[in-house]
């Protein structure tokens, strides 16, 4: 036996070229989910609009197959098919090899979204196939890879032509490899709203997008030459908007910067942040530079007219940002991301430019513009005075029960305080909440049942939100605080648990009351779903149980239909209307056991998407909600 704990030089394994990719595919993508998947239409999209920020690309097109591939296509230069220093092809070397491209140093690229030269290998690396022509020099060259593994034979150390053209471009065909993938269906919502953020971002651009599956051909073309300011507009479309939207764009430091924004009448703030076209959604130093820089304008504009008195303490930051949306883009020669997945700009020199130009610009808007100018800062006192009175009241909220959360009687705790190894679920209603206490694991799964629906935040001012018995209860559990503005204590090195599981009926009601809780974690504490701590459990619908053979827990009305179709012989079925139905050991097997239970992660890719969908599902209009949460409760991911 003791040669198999042998620890020698065989025992190092070295990944070579796109094998790295194969093993770790969330390093690269940051999941193999319908995110992950979505992600690599993004990676070449993105190398796309490169080519438009240099100047040579005015259209790009999109389309999802009939066989499940997706092909991008533009018409920039084309990526050059010369022969590299290295004695094969400067394609071949783009597609097989990490770090490889023309992001490195600004010859060919002054600003670009694809930052690592990792795109269109990493795409390569986790596709079954991808099939490449590049239109340059009067030629179509083509290449095509086997789960990025070249299968045509170069010619002379060059790719074959195989005809002649006028044209340029470049045309990338690619089918996802499903055995990295939990599902290889495109979600067509979600590439189409990227799409169309991109060509927000990209006023000259135009990007067609065209879905030949399922029998029928949609075809959209996004053309938006208002740019951002369209954007905004877009974002706000729903809402009671209180002027027109300011915009705003100059340069410093060799960085371009951008920005619209739009004041409307709610009790929350959107503002976000792009860099060379890519979202970042959990922000960093380009919006800290806007935020600062605008709050301080502000509170000066204040004290000139005489809204803050001598006496007067400043305004807040995030009084001052109630009821705004803004959309901050810039365009940076050397961006620096904490991550892979660009989620988060770290440059310090961005903060600098955009705090210049966003100090002259507003100041140049509003001296000219008193009236949009009032028109904001009476946001700001409405908000300041809402505040003054919830400090009283949160105070009490915070201090008294911080350390006495358990005994407020609904929180069944769980032993365990490691909160890596936590989670808590959120249960509907009593009876639910009985059963999952006893079935529960009590070394680290803990229970709070809530007493039915929570209040609607999409529509409530905070003194409301803050003052709902079923929410402070579960800001208490958290640990972490509350954010989005008033106070911003929120904390997540602070969270309890690494789980936060919403376990509500899977029927109509238990979807609105998933809803009404993820727009209260989107609200105020985004950073929960951003960083990937919010799930929603999928109970089954029915058990099957046959004459012979092994029950079956039955998940959707589709494991139904699969169920008749593969099944012979009788069968009884039970149909679950909620967890209360479900005995202690039913609900350990289904929805607690994390072995066999199905998970939901809650994620969020692009920020019109966010925007729209929290709109959407706490809106008043009933029908898009139904459909949305119909069509996406499938969307399901085994959490093992």
């Known amino acids: 036996m003791a040669g198999n ?36 239409i993004y990676e070449i999209v993105d190398n796309a609009v490169d080519e438009h920020l240099a100047g040579f690309c005015s259209e790009i097109q999109v389309t999802l197959e009939k066989d499940g591939s997706a092909t991008v296509s533009d018409n920039g230069r084309g990526v050059p098919v010369d022969m590299h220093q290295k004695g094969v092809s400067a394609a071949r070397l783009v597609y097989t090899t990490l770090h490889a491209g023309g992001k490195f140093d600004d010859s060919a690229y002054k600003t670009s979204g694809g930052l690592h030269g990792v795109g269109s290998s990493v795409v390569n690396a986790l596709s079954t196939y991808m099939d490449v022509k ?51 269906k495109f979600k067509a919502e979600e590439v189409k709203s990227r799409l169309h953020e991109t060509a927000y971002l990209n006023p000259n651009l135009t990007i067609v997008f065209d879905d030949k599956r399922d029998g029928s051909v949609e075809h959209i073309v996004y053309h938006e030459p208002e740019g951002i300011i369209g954007f905004i507009q877009d974002l706000n479309r729903k809402k009671e908007v209180l002027h027109d939207p300011v915009y705003f764009k100059g340069e410093a430091d060799g960085i371009e910067v951008e920005v619209t924004l739009q004041y409307v009448n709610e009790f929350h703030e959107n503002v976000l942040g792009f860099c060379n076209n890519i979202y970042n959604a959990e922000g960093g130093t380009h919006l800290t530079g806007f935020k600062t820089t605008f709050t301080t304008v502000m509170n000066q504009y204040a004290r000139e007219i005489g809204i803050l008195k001598e006496k007067d303490a400043n305004f807040t930051g995030a009084d001052i940002r109630n009821g705004m949306t803004a959309i901050v883009s810039i365009k940076h020669p050397d961006p620096r991301f904490e991550g892979q997945t660009k989620t988060k700009l770290d440059n310090p020199d961005a903060a600098k430019a955009v705090s210049k130009v966003t100090g002259e610009e507003i100041v140049r808007f509003f001296d000219r513009n008193l009236d949009t100018l009032k028109t904001v800062l009476s946001s700001a006192e409405k908000a300041a005075k809402i505040r003054k009175t919830e400090e009283k009241a949160k105070t009490n909220l915070l201090t008294k029960q911080k350390y006495s959360f358990d005994s407020n009687g609904k929180l069944a705790n769980c032993e365990s305080r490691d909160p ?7 249960v509907e209603g009593d009876s639910a909440g009985g059963s999952a206490k006893t079935a529960r694991n009590r070394n680290y799964q ?19 939100v803050l003052a709902n018995a079923e929410i402070k209860t579960m800001i208490n559990a958290y640990g972490c605080g509350f954010s989005e503005g008033y106070g911003n204590d929120f904390d997540i090195t602070k969270l309890r648990y690494d789980k936060i599981i919403i376990m509500a009926d899977a029927d109509v009601d238990g979807a609105h009351i998933s809803t009404l809780l993820l727009t209260l974690f989107y609200r105020f504490m985004p950073e929960l779903i951003f960083e990937g701590h919010v799930y929603i459990a999928m109970p089954p619908l029915y058990k099957a149980m046959p004459k012979s053979g092994e029950e079956e827990y039955l998940y959707d009305d589709k494991a139904l239909e699969r169920y008749r179709k593969t099944h012979t012989g009788p069968f009884t079925l039970q149909r679950y209307k909620g967890l209360g139905e479900m005995d202690a050991e039913q609900l350990w097997e289904t929805t607690l056991d994390p072995e066999r239970r199905m998970l939901k992660r809650v994620e969020i890719e692009d920020a019109r998407m966010a925007s729209s969908v929290t709109e959407m599902l706490m809106g008043t209009e009933v029908p898009p909600r139904r459909n949305f949460i119909y069509e996406n409760a499938t969307e399901a991911e085994l959490d093992i």
């Open 446 to 464: 803990a229970i709070l049942p809530i007493r039915g629906k929570i209040l609607n935040v999409e529509k409530a001012s905070i003194d409301k």
């Open 420 to 426: 890596k190894k936590c989670e808590i679920f959120i």
């Open 134 to 184: 590049i239109s340059r020099d009067g030629f179509v060259h083509h290449d095509r890879y086997e789960r990025g593994i070249p299968v045509i034979e170069l010619e002379d150390g060059l790719l074959p032509k195989i005809g002649k053209t006028r044209k340029t471009g470049t045309t990338v065909n690619f089918l996802p490899d499903d055995t990295i993938f939990e599902k290889t």
């Open 5 to 40: 704990n042998t620890y020698d030089a065989g025992s190092i394994a070295v990944l070579e070229g796109l094998e790295a990719v194969r093993k770790r595919p969330g390093m690269y993508i940051g999941s193999v989910s319908t995110k992950g998947l979505n992600h690599l």
